[in-house]
């Protein structure tokens, strides 16, 4: 059974400050994790991907990935009260031929307090 | 940029009855992903089919099917309906492992 965990939260930051979100999963098959953002009663939207052990940043956004400790980790910068929403921790494995598996965690429901 | 497409996006049925959910992927993406997900929970998978043929199933129940068409296109068809079906559902497409799945903004289906 794939396993994704994250804090439910909610987590409440205000206005400016750095949120951060963690996850840790159990499949070592994982290739690949993204990030997904979900606002209530919409569909979830992709803003971030990571592969390789270390840190991506994209705009306010930096990914940290570390795959030894099976550890995946999103922080946001100058968080801004359109952030607040869900956001969804997802491993990708390898699944069927030419698809790949996306085992999401509940999320973490993140408040930026204006 | 274009993005997923879905039909409909509300839909309405009683007990016992057939639901037909539509997906039109982004052009070009040879994978499609159905996912369910229910009021407070994550999106579960349920079925995926790469270049036409199916790839992966998730927990997709006895009652539901799905298919691609030749056109890229997916349906997802259930049958005897549940008030437990009662979901968003959302199909999600994607060209390439490294891309990501890229989500439409659901069907929300409600059984009465």
């Known amino acids: 059974q794939k396993e994704v965990e994250q804090n439910s939260g909610p987590l409440s930051v205000p206005e400016g400050a750095i949120a951060s979100l963690n996850c840790t999963y159990s499949?070592?098959?994982?290739?690949?994790f993204f990030w997904y953002r979900q606002y209530s009663g919409k569909s979830p939207e992709l803003i971030m991907s990571?592969?390789?052990?270390g840190d991506k940043e994209d705009g306010r956004f930096t990914a940290q990935l570390n795959k030894a400790s099976q550890y995946v980790s999103l922080l946001i910068r100058d968080s801004q009260p359109s952030d607040s929403a869900t956001y969804l921790c997802?491993?990708?494995?390898?699944?069927?031929?030419?698809?790949?598996?996306?085992?999401f965690g509940k999320g973490t429901k993140l408040s930026v307090i204006p | 940029a274009a993005g997923v497409i879905q039909s409909p996006r509300h839909l309405i049925k009683e007990k016992r009855e057939t639901a037909t959910l539509k997906c039109y992927p982004i052009?070009?993406?040879?994978?499609v992903y159905w996912y369910q997900q229910g009021p407070g929970q994550d999106p579960q998978f349920l079925i995926s089919?790469?270049?036409?043929?199916?790839?992966d199933k998730g927990s997709i129940p006895d009652r539901f099917s799905a298919q691609q068409f030749s056109d890229y296109h997916s349906e997802l068809n259930m049958s005897s309906l549940e008030l437990g079906d009662s979901a968003l559902y959302f199909c999600?497409?994607?060209?390439?492992?490294?891309?990501?799945?890229?989500f439409g903004p659901g069907t929300r289906l409600t059984v009465l």
């Open positions: 999600a497409s994607s060209l390439s492992w490294r891309d990501g799945q890229y």
């Open positions: 499949d070592r098959g994982s290739q690949s």
């Open positions: 990571i592969y390789s052990n």
């Open positions: 997802a491993p990708q494995a390898v699944g069927g031929a030419g698809s790949y598996q996306l085992t």
């Open positions: 052009p070009r993406h040879d994978t």
């Open positions: 089919f790469y270049e036409k043929m199916q790839s």
